[in-house]
């Protein structure tokens, strides 16, 4: 039996979001490191996907061919009977680009098999389970470390936002502090604040958090915010944590165009890389002025599932202009500055990390099902 297309399709979407992500550990054998990522846990129609990073030691060579120095591997699972597959695998090279995709069209349901007990897969699909089950969704699999009634410990998510004014006023992405039990924002200094959430805007994906300290330095907004074609623009963020580290990350790329996903003229188009955990992160100019707010990506496998072609840094943030009217409606205010002087590399990447904070998502940990017998 083939796999129904519609639960297909919604196992295999990746969202569009540069989500904020939850990475776990796995144990993987000698040569890679391997993690699963909670964030990426979603059911449909009795089936759950999951995806797991492998990071490798040294290179290592793919049948066409090209060498890769990591994977994303998609699994799509069955938690009643604790059986999974593979559906799509990423292969990324020396500087973290996608080099090869691997996706399989259909799947059947006699492909599933179980993992082999206490191997890294079977902790990835255990993990996964009990994030489904949390949720309301399959049951998980028993394991004997999961004690009955036992609370499961609190966790946590992480994204990227941007000092705003000196009074703790922090911007961020709405999805970034979605369905959150408490906020705290670290910043480049390593303080842990303590935060509330003051507002959203859902149909921007924008969020303001107040901080209970302040802070030395705050973002300056462009004056004549609009993005021009093809500028030159910086990212400052805390991609991927888990993998990269918590020192804020910055790459440079251009303005690709002056609208979003199908023309949205709330959004840009921008060549920057952007990975898990840039959401909410400042787009800046030459001159270091933020005229954006990084919120996604083009989600490149089901395009390449579509059209048979690999998007590379397709990415997009939501433009100055309607960030600016979301922070003026909260009677925010902020520094806006005219023409200056384009600044170098070094020193648009030190400005930018001094107003770029982390923000992680707090979760309470939930009642552990009791196992199966």
């Known amino acids: 039996m083939t796999l129904h297309s519609a639960v297909f399709t919604a196992l295999l979407t990746f969202s569009l979001s540069a989500w904020a992500v939850d990475w776990r550990p796995l144990p993987a054998p000698a040569g890679y490191k391997s ?19 492998r990071a490798y030691a040294s290179a290592q060579q793919h049948s066409s061919g090209k060498s890769y120095r990591s994977t994303r591997t998609l699994y799509v699972a069955d938690c009643n009977d604790r059986t999974m597959t593979v559906a799509v695998t990423q292969y990324y090279g020396e500087d973290r680009k996608l080099t090869q995709a691997d996706v399989r069209p259909r799947i059947k349901r006699s492909e599933f098999t179980a993992p082999e007990a206490g191997s890294e897969l079977a902790e990835a699909l255990k993990l996964a389970c009990v994030k489904v089950a949390e949720s309301g969704g399959a049951k998980p699999p028993a394991t004997s470390s999961t004690a ?8 946590s998510a992480s994204g990227s936002g941007i000092v705003v004014n000196r009074d703790g006023a922090v911007l961020t992405n709405r999805h970034v502090v979605h369905q959150c039990d408490s906020y705290e924002v670290i910043d480049d200094n390593d303080r842990k604040l303590k935060a509330t959430l003051l507002a959203v805007d859902s149909s921007r994906d924008l969020a303001l958090l107040k901080t209970e300290e302040g802070f030395g330095a705050a973002a300056t907004f462009r004056k004549e915010i609009t993005p021009k074609l093809g500028e030159g623009v910086t990212v400052v963020g805390y991609p991927l944590v888990g ?26 188009q921008i060549s920057v890389p952007i990975q898990r955990g840039h959401s909410g992160g400042p787009v800046l100019d030459q001159a270091g002025h ?5 919120v996604s990506k083009l989600d490149a496998l089901k395009l390449a599932q579509r059209l048979g072609d690999l998007a590379q840094n397709v990415n997009f943030a939501i433009r100055g202009e309607f960030v600016r009217d979301f922070l003026l409606a909260q009677r925010i205010e902020t520094r806006a500055s005219g023409d200056s002087p384009v600044l170098a590399n070094t020193e648009i990447a030190s400005k930018g990390a001094a107003v770029t904070v982390r923000v992680r998502c707090l979760r309470k940990g939930v009642q552990a099902p009791a196992s199966r017998q």
């Open 35 to 53: 993690t699963v990522d909670l964030d990426s846990v979603t059911a449909a129609k009795g089936y759950t996907r999951f995806t797991v990073r």
């Open 148 to 155: 009955p009634g036992k609370p499961a410990p609190s966790r």
């Open 243 to 268: 993998v990269l580290g918590v020192r804020p990350s910055v790459n440079f790329g251009h303005v690709s165009s002056t609208v979003g996903l199908r023309g949205d003229p709330t959004q840009m």
């Open 290 to 294: 933020v005229i954006g707010v990084v």
